[in-house]
């Protein structure tokens, strides 16, 4: 961290509690002006962990049945941002029982006590956006019973947290964070009484950012499709209030609704997760399904690229591919290096995968989950596509930013042979190596069959000079490469015909063979699953294959198809336990 960058993270954390403290000051509104509707859903699982005294959050877990939340030692700044976000509110009322609701009024109003004033973490404007929402969603639970004087406290804040980022949202980074702290202040404005006049400056600001953060084809610069549904869910609340009390949504709001929905529905696998790259992970239980139905957006998914992505969907199975250039070094403090990576789910149940981002396991995990050896792509021995650089910050932390990432990624689809053919490519190679890879894909209507190739190829004379220094290098050893296909922790898989297929089971009863045709080694090695709702890393596997480039032109072909056994439709009633800790 630069001196700049921590004396301009210092001036903000001062700016933010000095507003905070004024804003304390405020006339407090004394009641709502409508009647909340709550809009988030939150995971019973996840309720009765906390009514029980288990607390997970980023990534770690703390164990203490008789301690408020707000005495819990902090193992993490992450750890305590999440409590401040308040998100634990749609946990508790999902579970709705007496106890839950005792846990949710005494945690709640102990913030008012403890923080009221402009002391803690959670005076961010992102934190503060994301904790008024759940206040006001759910209003009715928190004062049901309460004294009158609880009751004033509770609308105290919510006045001096409204009045707050109407001052302070601007200090928001810009993309999610700015979101969050538009929407509550939105809704704020919305349902407290006095606090209307903050409604109409939030809207056109909201409406400008939409117009400067997501793209005319639905995207976001970060190109994390997890944090793409966060921001369509954000947008979706602030529509439904503001319809609710009459209003209508800006121009720019609903066509960013508009644009953004079918990006979702291509990056939205077969079994309603999202597609894990650049950061992102599947997407909170159901999120996905209940935003696009709230949307009332109707459509299929696209047909070219959405955000970068490339999707072929044919039966049962789904396939997404990063096949473009990876984030804008100024947007990838997240990114991964996973150009032509791919995913396959068949069904409900994914087969194929990436590792995930391993940021609330660390960083050696996180800066693991980056390179391209975690993701289902061919890698160059000891390199990655693109290589992690200068370091930056990223909503007040430091984050190292991609370079020398490929910037011409090319794609080609077209409906050949009985199914889609996928042909993508990426440069990322040329310049240390004089390669470039191109993989191609092919999968058949019915779904059943995947062809897949993955080349090594030095194109043009100036790659053949640079592939001939470094062969000349190796000293005639040629550049080793491996194609690595990681495997959800739920599959099954052997090693079969004496080493020279890979059989996988799927819970769902369905039975895959990976075979592949060349000069490659064939393994089954082991691999890891990375979920932020676990403690630690899952352990699976990967198919391997392995190889050396020796000429100017070095191809891998191999198929993944489903055994004859297997039938074209498969009854999957088996529920997945989504908050098992391991």
Not at 52 to 75: K, Q
Not at 308 to 333: F, K
Not at 421 to 439: D, F, I, K, Q, W
Request: hydrophobic share 40%.
């Amino acid at each position: 961290m630069s001196v700049d960058e921590s004396w301009s993270a210092r001036q903000t954390r001062w700016m933010n509690r000095w507003h905070a403290r004024l804003a304390s000051l405020s006339r407090p509104a004394t009641a709502f002006s409508t009647t909340p509707e709550p809009r988030t859903i939150g995971s019973f699982a996840r309720g009765r962990q906390l009514t029980g005294g288990n607390f997970l959050f980023a990534g770690f877990l703390v164990e203490a049945p008789e301690t408020t939340i707000w005495d819990l030692p902090m193992p993490d700044d992450g750890f305590e941002a999440e409590l401040h976000g308040c998100t634990w509110l749609d946990d508790l009322a999902a579970v709705g029982d007496a106890h839950a609701t005792r846990r949710a009024q005494a945690w709640t109003h102990e913030w008012v006590s403890r923080f009221g004033k402009g002391s803690g973490l959670g005076w961010t404007p992102d934190l503060t956006g994301r904790r008024l929402i759940r206040w006001i969603n759910h209003a009715i639970l928190l004062l049901n019973g309460q004294e009158r004087e609880v009751s004033e406290a509770y609308f105290r804040s919510l006045a001096s947290q409204t009045i707050f980022l109407s001052r302070r949202w601007k200090a928001a980074s810009p993309g999610l964070p700015r979101f969050e702290a538009l929407t509550g202040l939105i809704y704020a404005g919305l349902a407290l009484d006095g606090m209307d006049r903050h409604v109409g400056h939030a809207m056109r600001a909201l409406a400008q950012e939409c117009a400067r953060e997501i793209d005319d084809q639905g995207g976001l610069s970060t190109r994390n499709p997890e944090e793409l549904l966060e921001v369509f869910t954000l947008l979706n609340w602030a529509a439904d209030a503001l319809r609710d009390a009459g209003r209508s949504p800006g121009v720019a709001h609903i066509n960013a609704i508009e644009a953004v929905a079918p990006v979702l529905r291509s990056l939205r696998h077969s079994d309603g997760g999202l597609a894990r790259f650049h950061g992102g992970g599947r997407g909170l239980e159901g999120r996905l399904d209940r935003s696009l139905a709230t949307s009332g957006v109707r459509g299929a998914p696209q047909k070219g690229l959405s955000m970068g992505y490339a999707r072929i969907s044919h039966g049962r199975t789904s396939i997404i591919v990063d096949a473009a250039p990876p984030p804008r070094p100024e947007a990838s403090g997240n990114a991964h290096a996973s150009t032509l990576a791919m995913e396959l789910t068949s069904g409900r149940r994914p087969l194929i995968v990436n590792c995930g981002s391993g940021t609330t396991f660390g960083k050696s995990w996180r800066r693991a989950g980056r390179a391209t050896p975690s993701h289902s792509t061919l890698g160059i021995e000891g390199f990655s596509s693109s290589r992690l650089g200068v370091a930056g910050r990223v909503t007040g932390r430091t984050a190292e930013f991609l370079v020398e990432a490929p910037r011409d990624v090319r794609h080609e689809r077209a409906e050949v042979d009985g199914g889609t053919r996928l042909v993508v490519g990426h440069n990322g190679y040329a310049a240390s190596h004089g390669l470039t890879h191109v993989r191609t894909l092919h999968l058949g209507y019915d779904g059943r069959s995947l062809r897949g190739e993955d080349a090594l190829v030095a194109l043009d004379q100036a790659a053949k000079r640079r592939f001939d220094l470094v062969f000349d290098k190796s000293k005639l050893k040629g550049t080793p490469f491996t194609i690595r296909y990681h495997l959800h922790p739920d599959v099954d898989a052997t090693l079969d015909m004496n080493g020279a297929a890979v059989s996988m089971a799927l819970k769902s009863g369905e039975i895959w063979i990976f075979r592949a045709e060349g000069q490659a080694t064939l393994s089954l090695e082991t691999s890891v699953y990375l979920e932020k709702s676990r403690l630690t890393p899952r352990a699976t596997k990967q198919i391997v294959l392995s190889g050396v480039s020796m000429e100017y032109s070095t191809r891998i072909n191999w198929s993944l198809a489903k055994t004859q056994e297997t039938p074209s439709a498969v009854r999957d009633y088996a529920m997945d336990d989504v908050m098992a800790m391991t």
